[in-house]
């Protein structure tokens, strides 16, 4: 079958408002550095209930940010899951630290506390959850967890901006939490992410570091002297840029609304088809749908995955994998001796997950087009 219409699996939402929000910030006679970003920094934090927002330029400057306010060293390991994008164990790298991987749930792919807290060792500095696909973690057991051996608990809230776990808000429910605004996620700055948290110190450190570890700001400056405290980095976010994120951030309860809206339709349609499975839902866990993920049931599935992944791009849906497990990428097993086998269940899951398109501009014609094209591929295939 030919599909006629291209669908990507995710896209951006520019319009009107957008542009002139961004075309203000232009000739406003800020371009970065400016009132723009601490307006956006304190809308981000009250959408999280929390008292400060740190914005950066990208979700891993976010991350990284944060690892420098947990103070992680070189001797530290941090505890992070092997299904996620490489960034969110990168950032423990970026500090001389050692990345250590939990295996995850085998219903929801999410982090497993039981997994966590058999991984811990005198090393042990921190954990860094990641709320996979949009549904935020089980919190309370990792919060149980990182208060009864004194570590800290991240939350790479990438997927999940928006959403909420037993009416907590998604960046209220650990030290410190990390955004991403790059294109495909819930709302854009064109590149750019945050770090949110209610501790003032951590707050302080983050600010110092996107800035070259220099303790003020040009604005907050008494004439020219100024001083670097540490070694920071050049993580700053524009000021055209927050302002697009501020408009963003007005439709992006909407925006959830219909990305939950297109994940029941799929439910729904995907309901008799035996060969799939989704993605479990924790209780009390109010989904954002960054991603909609589905696996192929039974053994060997990598190659029915590849034959499903090849036939629907050709039918012109842009669907794609979440992830290669981060443990079995080269660099970590030439790096930290990582190797197949060490997550049996992210492994297995990786064999058979495909990521379907899933961004609110999607009419249900074109969610009934997703899934026609597959069952037409399981009819035929399997």
Known sequence: MGNPKKIPYGCQSIDEHDLKAVADALTSGWLTTGPKVSEFEQAIAKLSNVAHGVAVNSGTAALHAAMYAFEVKEGDEVIVPPMTFAASANCVAYMGATPIFADVDPDTLLISPEKVEQLITPKTKGIIAVDY????????????????HGLFLAADA????????????V????????????????????????????NPEYDRRMRIFRNHGITADFRQRDGWFYEMEDLGFNYRLTDFQCALGLSQLEKLEQWIERRREIADLYAHEFAEIKELAPLGLRPGAHHAYHL?????????????????????????????????????????????????????VAEEAYNGIISLPMFPLME???????????????????
Do not use: W
């Open 158 to 169: 990438c997927h999940s901006i928006g959403g909420n776990l037993n009416g907590k808000m």
């Open 133 to 148: 696909a949009g549904q935020p973690c089980d919190y309370d057991a990792l919060r149980t967890i990182a208060d009864k």
């Open 171 to 198: 960046g209220s429910l650990a030290d410190i939490s990390l955004y991403s605004f790059h294109p495909v996620k819930h709302m854009t700055t064109g590149e750019g992410g945050m770090a949110v948290t209610d």
């Open 364 to 382: 249900d014609a074109d969610v009934r087009s997703v899934t026609s094209t597959i069952k037409t591929f399981l009819a035929g295939n399997l």
């Open 292 to 344: 909609y993920v589905i696996r192929l049931k039974g053994s060997d599935c990598a190659p029915k995955r590849k034959a499903l992944f090849d036939y629907l791009r050709e039918n012109g849906l842009g669907v794609q994998v979440h992830y290669i497990p981060v443990h079995m990428h080269p660099y970590y097993q030439k790096t930290f001796g990582t190797h197949e086998g060490m997550c049996p």
